[in-house]
């Protein structure tokens, strides 16, 4: 322990200053395992977080979110406020200043008109831009000069952030990508493939699915960075193996996302040649409970819409004595670990926003009993199972197969047989459940079933389309092929207003405070969603390793350059 | 026999085309979607438009006949293209793989190199392991040695690969450490020092894969020599006064080989299409990593090629071992 406590604040020491003595290219290779291999190096075509990762080693964004959160400028010479005048007072354009000087990785300079064309890139029609929601709102963007790049926004924007930060939203070369606009994005390999790009390395050579190999860019703007001469991005694999070859047998100097069960994380420890390393970012994975009727027995295009509200479900008592029942604490020791902690909350992070919500920590099996028997939910012929008017409190629980889940299900299930609850579990293919096929019954969105359980997050730290999602019209159903974010079919008009009220406000501490009341209003006040675990990023990191800092709130990789050998 | 071959290549043709629209089918039947891996942080609009940009939103029928025309039509064309520099294909749309935005063809080729070294190599030891077991088993049934045989041959056979892989990468890569547990593709031979590293991380996954391959062709080799043992030819050169080193070796061996070179030919397809499961526990990314990588993803594009292509060597390495038994056995003439 005191070493790993000495080493994080090496790192971090290392992050904060650079050191004096290290020189570009002089660490040699480091070695990166993704399980899930690269795609793609572009982040607009991406197909997955993996794609983003790996492409934030070449490509950069205005500006990047640093361990803590916040905001911090990588191309720009400053965040623009309003306070300093870069964002406009009736909040309708956000104005970013390059930095002088700074050039592409084949030496040419990089201007704004590269940065608006990165916007015209992913908006462009047919191109199928996997970040699109990152440009949401954008009306124009103008260049008065090289350096200067002003957004304009369509209505104002509390939040003007969203375009250009994060390892989601990067900057491609005009010049490189001119030619891939719209429905021609798909056909240009090469330059997917081979971005030329402003960050810490560039790609050699890429082979797809497989490995992705680097070189430190000779014009990065830091002469003394990256220590590292290459790096070898290599795919393939579990998550249980990426670990091994970092943790036992020390092949590589880092394995991204290595979520593994508590008894093998103890396992992998002790091997001796790396640690894990964690952060706590806003995934979190829930029980969402369903406020329509599944039930089978109505007609197809009925079930799971507002048309029929739930039988059981629609007595708040019911669903706060299902969160009630269930041990959060427990759970995360089974399932994950290190890598999780117990939360009552859907948005846990970052500080600003997240309610001081505890209560669902401590599981309270007779209180939930209680609840139910004031519900007029009893056992009322001895079998164990509450019933009511003559229906049983049976209850369908469905999520997709992953060994963690099943746990989570048996768990749970046995919490809730426990206070009278009858539970029939179901588990469904993750590329069906997730797949949102409007034919198939199986989704998560259709949401046959009374309960279901997945994890969700939103991108960068700005809640608000996050809570969005619940609005009422946002709810799924036939009328919009089952795509809609509100899953739960949860309709509140004050919790509508509360959002529209989000969506003007302006000032990080008034946002939060909204956030804070959204976040209540779904969890505590109602139990429509119960949140169990808020799952962090959890990687392997070798002790040869040095300068790595977690990061949960941009791309794990955001500060290669600042990576080097321990000696 | 050449007509028999040429008439064997035209049935082919409507066989293939059959087996395409199964695939195609069956792929597209089957539930997922490729978008199953994009994070739920990306709002249903953008997903909409991401799926037309693929070109998944369009009927089947249209697809699969697109797909025909760009396999059989716009993809030899950039194969010549490539060969003699010309420019036959001038930009068509390529078969384009919906996961990485790569043409799939490009893919095969990256994958194909790693493949057939593997598993090349592991078919090529199964062999060389198996046809002397075989022989030796057959020549002294019931001894210790064909007992043995019999037993290796067994536990090679009904012992997935998956557990073999891992025990072995426990024992000599976590344990032991005198193997890598992940396969560079990177690995150029050029010097010594690199074909040693190309030896050392070759090791397991050919040891696993020869066993499982030598299992199988020894039990044939094993049953046809036996077969001829018992023929009136080997009595009849035995009463000639011939060793029995020459009985066996040059007599039986020949006639007993006619069957197991056949079950060879048959067998060669599983070396291009790769070894899914080995691939995946030592890391190889070779074909058979990128087909159950397409497949969790439903990228059609690319499980349809990459299907088909099996499906193209299947037919054709039984037609191989057809002629080949032909040639081999006089006796047998297709006209």
Redesign the interface.
């Known amino acids: 322990m005191k070493l790993k406590s000495a080493l994080l604040g090496a790192a971090a020491a290392f992050a904060l200053a650079p050191m004096a003595h290290a020189e570009r290219g002089s660490d040699g290779e480091v070695k990166i395992?993704y399980y899930?291999?690269v795609?793609?190096l572009?982040a607009y075509?991406?197909?997955?977080?993996k794609d983003v990762e790996a492409g934030s080693l070449v490509l950069e964004p205005l500006a990047g979110f640093d361990q803590d959160g916040n905001l911090y400028p990588r191309l720009v010479e400053s965040i623009p406020t309003v306070e300093n005048g870069g964002v406009a007072k009736d909040l309708t354009s956000i104005t970013w200043k390059l930095k002088p000087g700074l050039l592409w990785s084949d030496g040419t300079p990089l201007t704004s008109a590269d940065v608006k064309f990165s916007w015209e890139y992913c908006t462009a029609d047919?191109?199928?831009?996997?970040?699109?929601?990152k440009y949401e709102g954008v009306k124009s963007i103008d260049t008065p000069d090289d350096l200067t790049v002003v957004v304009n926004f369509e209505a104002p924007k509390p939040y003007p952030y969203q375009p250009f930060t994060g390892g989601t939203a990067p900057i491609l070369q005009k010049a490189q990508f001119e030619k891939c606009l719209g429905?021609a994005?798909?056909?240009?390999?090469e330059q997917?493939?081979k971005p030329i790009g402003t960050g810490p390395f560039m790609v050699t050579?890429f082979?797809?699915?497989?490995?992705v190999?680097l070189a430190a860019n000779p014009n990065y703007r830091d002469p003394a960075k990256p220590a590292f001469a290459t790096v070898?991005l290599?795919?393939?694999?579990d998550a249980l193996?990426a670990a091994?070859?970092v943790m036992?047998?020390g092949?590589?100097d880092y394995a991204w996302n290595t979520q593994i069960n508590a008894e093998q994380q103890a396992q992998m420890a002790a091997g001796g040649k790396g640690k894990f390393v964690n952060a706590f970012g806003t995934l979190v994975e829930r029980i969402e409970i369903n406020m329509t009727d599944p039930s089978s027995a109505l007609a197809e295009g009925e079930r799971s819409t507002i048309k029929h509200p739930h039988p059981i479900f629609s007595d708040p008592k019911v669903r706060a004595a299902l969160s009630m029942a269930i041990d959060r604490q427990a759970l995360v020791d089974v399932g994950y670990g290190s890598a999780a902690r117990p939360t009552c909350n859907l948005v846990p992070a970052p500080a600003f926003q997240a309610s001081d919500n505890t209560g669902c920590l401590k599981q309270d099996i007779e209180g939930a009993k209680k609840l139910l028997d004031e519900a007029g939910w009893t056992d009322s012929d001895g079998d164990g199972i509450r019933d009511k008017d003559g229906k049983k409190l049976s209850i369908l629980y469905q999520t997709s197969v992953s060994a963690v889940r099943q746990d989570f299900q048996a768990l749970v299930k046995g919490w809730w047989n426990e206070i009278g609850v009858e539970v029939e579990l179901k588990s469904i293919?993750?590329?069906?459940?997730?797949?949102?096929?409007a034919a198939?019954p199986?989704t998560f969105q259709k949401f046959y079933a009374d309960v279901e359980m997945?994890a969700?997050?939103?991108?960068g730290t700005d809640a608000e389309?996050y809570m969005a999602q619940y609005l009422c019209n946002k709810i799924p159903g036939p009328d919009n092929q089952w795509?809609?974010?509100n899953i739960n079919r949860f309709c509140d008009p004050a919790y509508d207003a509360l959002v529209k009220e989000l969506s003007t406000t302006n000032g990080i501490e008034a946002r939060g405070a909204l956030v804070k009341k959204l976040n209540d209003m779904l969890t505590k006040d109602s139990n429509v969603v119960i949140p169990l675990a808020d799952r962090g990023r959890f990687s392997a990191q070798s002790n040869a390793l040095g300068g790595f800092v977690m990061n949960a709130w941009d791309a794990e990789l955001w500060n290669a350059q600042d990576w080097y050998r321990v000696k | 026999m050449l007509t028999y071959t040429l008439r064997r290549l035209l049935t082919a043709i409507p066989t293939l085309l059959l087996i395409s629209l199964v695939i195609f089918l069956l792929v597209d039947l089957a539930p997922g979607s490729p978008l199953s891996e994009i994070p739920l942080t990306v709002p249903p609009e953008v997903r909409e438009k991401m799926m037309k940009a693929l070109g998944a939103d369009q009927p089947v029928m249209v697809r699969y006949v697109l797909w025909l025309k760009q396999f059989f039509w716009v993809e030899p064309q950039y194969l010549i293209d490539g060969w003699f520099g010309t420019d036959f294909a001038q930009g068509a749309q390529r078969i384009i793989s919906w996961q990485s935005k790569v043409p799939a063809f490009q893919i095969i080729g990256e994958r194909l190199p790693q493949t057939l070294t593997v598993v090349g190599t592991a078919y090529l030891v199964g062999i060389l392991i198996a046809l002397p077991i075989g022989i030796y088993s057959a020549y002294r049934q019931y001894s210790w040695f064909d007992q043995a045989g019999t037993f290796f041959a067994m536990a090679g056979f009904s012992v997935p690969t998956f557990f073999t892989g891992n025990v072995l990468i426990m024992i000599f890569a976590v344990k032991l450490g005198w193997f890598p547990t992940i396969y560079d593709t990177q690995l150029r031979v050029t010097d010594w020092a690199s074909f040693y590293k190309m030896i050392m991380q070759m090791a397991l996954p050919v040891t696993v894969l020869a066993l499982f391959n030598a299992a199988e062709i020894s039990r044939y080799t094993r049953s046809s020599v036996l077969e001829n043992l018992n023929q009136d030819y080997v009595r009849t050169a035995r009463a000639k006064g011939m060793g029995e080193r020459t009985v066996l070796l040059k007599h039986v061996l020949r006639n007993s080989l006619i069957p197991v070179v056949t079950v060879i030919a048959l067998g060669m397809p599983t070396v291009f299409g790769g070894a899914i499961v080995t691939e995946n526990i030592f890391k190889i990314n070779g074909i058979g990593a990128a087909l159950i990588g397409a497949i969790h993803v439903s990228d059609l594009p690319l499980i349809q090629t990459i299907t088909f292509i099996f499906a193209v060597l299947i037919v054709l390495f039984n037609l191989i071992a057809d002629i080949l038994y032909g040639i081999l056995d006089p006796r047998i003439r297709y006209d």
């Open positions: 395992l899930q291999a795609s793609t572009n075509l991406s197909s997955g977080t047919g191109g199928g831009c996997a970040q699109a929601a429905a994005a798909s056909t240009c390999t997917n493939s050579d082979k797809v699915n497989d490995v190999t070898t290599k795919g393939g694999g193996a091994s070859a036992e047998t092949e590589f293919d993750p590329g069906v459940y997730f797949g949102g096929d198939s199986d997945y969700n997050n939103f991108d389309p795509q809609g974010e």
